[in-house]
C-alpha cells in the first residue's frame, strides 16, 4: 500500500516534525504535509486519497508519493473518523477558507462534536478585512491583481485539457469564502462554541497545541481560541 512506501519530501518542503501518534485524543485536519507529534493529522486532499489507494496508488503515483505516509485521510465536512466527544484538543490552520460558506459552517460544527466538553478548539485563517485594508490603501494599478493573488480568489488561468483538469482537481484548491475576525466569530457561536477570544501564537493554555502550530502561519492571518462547553 502507499503508507509503506519510503517518503522523501517534496522539492522545497521539510517535515517540520516527526511521527503522529494515531491514539492520540489530539486532532489536525487539513494538515498539508505538516505532521505534528502526538496528534492525528488528517487532510482531505484528493491527491492523498489516491495515494492511499491499494496498488493502484503507488501505480499513479510513480511510487514518489507527496504526503508523508503518517498523514490520514480525512474530510472534516463530511467528518472524520474520530469518536464524538473523544478528542482534548483540535487544531485547523488556513483550511476553512478553502470550504464553501456552508460547509465551513458544518465543518465547525463537526469540529465541536469531536472535542470533550470543556476542551479547545484553536484555528487559523486569512485577515479578510488587513487584505481589503491593503487594497484599499494600494494606489498601485496592478492593486486589484495583488488583492486578487493575496486572497486566492478567482482564476489567473483556466486549466486546459485533461492533464490540466486534473491537476488541478488534485492540488490546492482555491479559497472559496474569505471571513474577517467578526464573522469568524458569529460563526463559531453559530456551532456552539463558547469562550471565544483571538488567540496568537504560543499562547494555548494547553502545551499540546506547541507540536502542532507554525509561528509563520499565524503572521499570515488571524488566530482564534475556544472550546466546547462543559
Known sequence: MARNLPYHPPNGWTLLRSVSDPSSPYVQYGCGLSVAQGWRNFDGSPRLRLEKLPVLGPLLTRNRPLFPPEVEFGDIVSGLPVAEASCKGVYCSHVLE??????????LRNTWRLLEPGRTF?????DLRALVDEYVANPSPRAASDFMRATSLGLESR?????GMLRSWLGNSPHLWMWDANSMVDALEVAGFVDIR????GDASDPMFAHVEERIRWKEGIGFDCRRPG
Open 122 to 126: 484553536r484555528l487559523v485563517i486569512p
Open 198 to 201: 483571538p488567540a496568537a501564537h
Open 98 to 107: 478553502h470550504l464553501c460558506f456552508s460547509d465551513c459552517r458544518q465543518a
Open 159 to 163: 486549466p486546459r485539457g485533461f492533464k
